[in-house]
């Protein structure tokens, strides 16, 4: 693929390879969006990505032994591991 950019008054050229021709299309068009963006005409994307289905679980209480509970916080100890604190889930509007 070749692609003439106003902005550098250039050519830009992408050549890739792929089992089928969509494959290699998407690739190519993939290049050539990198290309454009190491070239400064376009800017990384900085708005909301949708969230594929099955990314969020709603969540639901588990009961946990006192002493299962002494033995997890224990190992959290021992390895030095920092556990965030649960997130509450943003109300919808």
Known sequence: MNLFVRQLGRKITA???GSN???AAQSCALSLVRQLY???VLEAYSGVTKKKEGETLEPFDVSVSADLQQQLAAV???L???IPPPVS???FS
């Open 15 to 17: 050549r890739e390879h």
């Open 21 to 23: 021709k969509k494959l």
């Open 38 to 40: 190491h070239l400064g």
């Open 76 to 78: 959290v100890q021992e």
């Open 80 to 82: 030095g591991v920092q």
């Open 89 to 91: 889930p943003l109300p």
